[in-house]
Each structure stands twice: as structure tokens, then as C-alpha cells.
């Protein structure tokens, strides 16, 4: 096991509150009554279903398949019926009497690495740390850029989530099986398992288990958030900072989660497409906190009652860590692919401060670990100049709330931020829309000309109306009178 050599600039140590969790082994879930499947729950357009209301499916059968790229399929976690396919949803009852076909057992070995890809776009696996990119997508970036290094996460940085944790504890071998298959299809001959040091079973178990690994390595990474951000693993792992809008694989390197790891296995090992997954449910206001193996579809409120219900009414409720997860009001949202966690939080875990104006400290700049100028950037949004935001690096902002979680004056730099960037990103598409429809209304004037033109040229080679059939008669005439 190695140390990380390199220490990323920035960074915070919050409160990790892991000691709710961390000592709790995976425990199962007994089935829910229902299931809500989101047919959007990766990076691309909503899959599209392809059963109907009534439908009996069974566990592991496909429900919607992908709709191009970055977009991947949906499978039913348990056996049910289709009660409902509304609101980006399919909706299912689930029976009580669950069939499940036996696994593969497949020797992945014999495959080759765009079967293997195929076999894991089928799955319809994508990041389980949060992101939900498609794996199969990002695994064919190697077939553009060679890939020398894998880098496994196992840092899990956010407070709170210990999942991850565990799996490294209890599915170590799972993690390892998924290694050996994405170096097969990568090409890699290198791999680092970055766990943060906070993490000493996990690091010790994956280090027994890599001992006979010569491509592996097990480092010990420090415990500051967000040392899980793939720039900072990569900076702390491979001593290589990413440039601005370059992507990891333009430098030979990829980087996976662990849990992301477990799904590959499964797949190419055994044939079982994703439809669980294992997350942290805790909080003070939840009764029994712990890591737990859900269905994905399954909703909050059925969560909550098989982890001893609620010990007083959350103040907030979050789907994923405290820092980058989204709050939720509704209890009947559904736990989709990348869900990592649910906070049940109290009031006395919420952070009581009114904004207020800035102070000037330098705390921000400080905590950045992508080296903006967090005030700088905020305050050219609430002008809207978001050219210069731009410009000062807003595309490069993590949304990991670092600043805000230092600022004495409590501005809410990351709500600005998480604003700018969808602007950004919505006068990018409507850009993109006004120059795809300025291309087909020229496409369309060209083709009108081009049409017009041919017309022009088929009339100018035509005889004259009357002409040919007149000097037709006259011939017809002058051959009867020689006859007679």
C-alpha cells in the first residue's frame, strides 16, 4: 500500500459523520409493494419502453432500451406488473412470488473487448458514484486514446455515505474481478485503488487482495473533500493535472468507481443486468441507520419504514451526500442507478447562518480545488456577465460546494454557479438549435434551386409545343401521296 505522493490544492475537512454507518455490514431489503423505474437515469435522452400497461414482466427483463448515444437500457428488478408508463416513468406492482433465472457463469476471458463493451451497454450500467455516465461510453474512449492506467475509486469523500466502504470490505473480490475485465478491454497496465485514509479495513482488505497483483496498487489518499473529483484523484494517484476541457483519456487514463466495478463483474460474469444497488440510509432523524441493498425504483417512503421509520420529521432530505446530492420533498421518489445515499437530516444538522456581505478573506480561493476565484466568478454572474465568468473558468467548477462550506458570510457561492452553468449551457443548445435550423432552411433553399434548375434545363431540351407533332404530319402526308 502506498501513500499518495502529491496533495491537491484546496479542499476542506468537514464533519465526516461516517460513525452512524461505517460499522454497519450490508443488509438486504425485503421487497417493496411497488417500484417507480425513471426511463431517464444516465447522461442522455430517456430510454424508451418497450412494454405497456398490463404488461407481466419478470425480474431482469428488459423494460426500455437506450435512445442513442449516452443513453442505456432499463430492466425490471423484480418480477411485477406494469401498472403505469407516465411522468418519464415506468411503474410496476410488484408480485409476491419472485422467479429468478440462474446466472451465466460466462468465461468473460473468451470474449473480445467490443463484445465485452456491447455486453455491458446491454446491462445498461453507468457510474454508481453519481455522475450515471454510461460505462460502455466511457470505456470506448480507449478505442481512441490508449489507455495506460486505471484509477479505481474508493475514496468516498462525501460525509455521511460509508456504502462504498463496505463494499470494499465485504465485495472485495466482486471489485477485483470487474479490475481484470476493464484492463482486458482497456488495454491498462497500471491500476490505482485510492482509498482515503479514514478507511483503514477497507484499506487493509484490499490490500491483502491486490498482494499478488503486480498492476495493482492500494494508496492510502488523504481525507479531504473532494479528493474523490476524478482531476484531484488523478493529481493525487498519477502526479498529472488535466488541462481545461480536456478529458482524462486524452491523457491514457481512466477512472471508475468501485461499486461501478461490482456491476461489470456481475455482467460479463454472470449475465445480471443492473437492477440493485447498495446505498448509505442515515441521519438523525432516521431510527436505524445503515448500508442497505435496495431495488432501484424503490421508493423513499419504503425505505424509511424497513429502517425502523423516522425518529422526528427531517428538516431536509437528500438523495446522495450533503455536499453535491439533491434535496427531495417527495417520499415517494425513487432510489435510480446513482444513488449513493439518503439523508434524513435534523435541524441541528443543517448549518444556521444568514448570508451576508462579503468579508474579503480569501477563504474560497483557498478551499478551490480547480484554483478559480469563487467570489470573482459569483459576483460576474449576479451582473450577468456570464462571457467572463466563462472566461475565469466557470466550466470548470465542480459544484462541490468547498467554497461555500468555508465562507464566514455564508453567501451561497454554489447556487450561483449551479445557475451560471445551466445558462451556459442553455444558450449553448440554443445555439446549436439556431445554427441546426439556419442549415436546413439553406439546405432547403439549395435543394428549391437545384430543383428549379433542373426543371429550367428538362423544359429548354424539350421540342417546342405543336413543333414535332406538325413535321410529324407533313412527313406522315408526303409518304401517302409517294405511295399513290
Not at 404488461?55 to 428488459?62: F, G, M, P, R
Not at 440510509?281 to 445503515?290: D, F, K, L, N
Not at 453535491?324 to 449513493?340: E, I, Y
Amino acid at each position: 500500500m502506498l501513500k499518495a505522493q502529491i496533495r491537491p490544492q484546496g479542499g476542506i475537512h468537514p464533519d465526516s459523520h461516517k460513525q452512524l454507518t461505517a460499522q454497519q455490514d450490508i443488509r438486504t431489503l425485503e421487497m417493496p409493494r411497488r417500484l417507480i423505474l425513471p426511463l431517464k437515469q444516465h447522461a442522455g435522452a430517456p430510454a424508451l419502453p418497450v412494454v405497456k400497461v398490463g404488461d407481466e414482466v419478470s425480474a431482469e427483463q428488459l423494460l426500455a432500451r437506450g435512445n442513442g448515444r449516452f443513453s442505456v437500457p432499463i430492466h425490471a428488478p423484480l418480477a411485477g406488473t406494469v401498472t403505469a408508463i407516465d411522468g418519464g416513468t415506468i411503474q410496476l406492482k410488484v408480485s409476491q412470488e419472485q422467479t429468478l433465472q440462474p446466472p451465466l457463469h460466462r468465461d468473460a476471458s473468451l470474449l473480445e473487448p467490443m463484445a465485452m463493451m456491447d455486453l455491458i451497454e446491454a446491462a445498461g450500467i453507468v457510474g454508481m458514484g453519481g455522475a450515471m455516465f454510461p460505462t460502455a461510453d466511457k470505456l470506448r474512449l480507449a478505442l481512441k486514446h490508449p489507455i495506460d492506467t486505471l484509477i479505481i475509486n474508493g475514496s468516498e469523500c462525501e460525509p455521511y455515505l460509508t456504502c462504498d466502504d463496505r463494499l470494499m470490505q465485504e465485495q472485495g473480490e466482486q471489485i477485483l474481478g470487474g479490475i481484470r475485465y476493464l484492463m482486458r478491454i482497456t488495454g491498462a497496465t497500471a491500476v490505482f485503488i485510492g482509498i482515503e485514509e479514514n478507511k483503514p479495513e477497507a484499506l487493509q482488505h484490499m490490500d491483502e487482495l491486490c498482494a499478488d497483483e503486480p498492476a495493482m496498487e492500494v494508496v492510502a489518499l488523504p481525507a479531504l473533500y473532494p479528493m474523490g473529483s476524478e482531476k484531484q484523484l488523478i493529481q493525487a494517484l498519477c502526479g498529472r493535472e488535466v488541462p481545461s476541457g480536456k478529458l482524462s483519456a486524452e491523457m491514457g487514463i481512466l477512472v471508475n468507481n468501485v461499486a461501478t466495478c461490482i456491476a461489470v463483474f456481475n455482467a460479463l460474469r454472470f449475465g445480471r443486468p443492473l437492477t440493485h444497488r447498495v446505498l448509505t440510509v442515515t441521519g438523525e432523524a432516521i431510527e436505524q441507520p445503515g448500508n442497505v441493498l435496495v431495488p432501484i425504483g424503490m421508493p423513499l417512503s419504503e425505505i424509511i419504514n424497513q429502517c425502523g421509520g423516522l425518529k422526528s420529521t427531517p428538516a431536509r432530505m437528500v438523495f446522495g451526500g450533503p455536499m453535491m446530492g439533491k434535496a427531495v420533498t417527495d417520499l415517494h421518489a425513487p432510489v435510480t442507478k446513482g444513488t449513493s445515499g439518503i439523508l434524513l437530516l435534523t435541524e441541528a444538522e443543517l448549518p444556521r447562518r444568514h448570508a451576508s456581505a462579503c468579508v474579503r478573506c480569501g477563504r474560497c480561493v483557498a478551499a478551490c480545488p480547480m484554483h478559480l476565484t469563487p467570489l470573482q466568478l459569483a459576483t460576474d454572474i449576479r451582473n450577468d456577465k456570464l462571457d467572463k465568468a466563462s472566461e475565469c473558468g466557470l466550466s470548470d467548477c465542480l459544484l462541490c460546494g468547498s467554497c461555500a462550506y468555508v465562507c464566514p458570510a455564508a453567501i451561497p457561492l454554489t447556487d450561483y454557479f449551479d445557475w451560471g452553468k445551466q445558462q451556459l449551457n442553455r444558450e449553448r443548445l440554443a445555439k446549436q438549435k439556431a445554427e441546426a435550423t439556419r442549415a436546413a432552411s439553406e439546405a432547403r433553399r439549395a435543394r428549391l434551386a437545384q430543383e428549379a434548375a433542373e426543371r429550367a434545363a428538362a423544359k429548354a431540351a424539350k421540342p417546342a409545343r405543336g413543333e414535332g407533332r406538325g413535321e410529324g404530319r407533313r412527313s406522315s402526308r408526303r409518304t401517302t401521296q409517294e405511295a399513290s
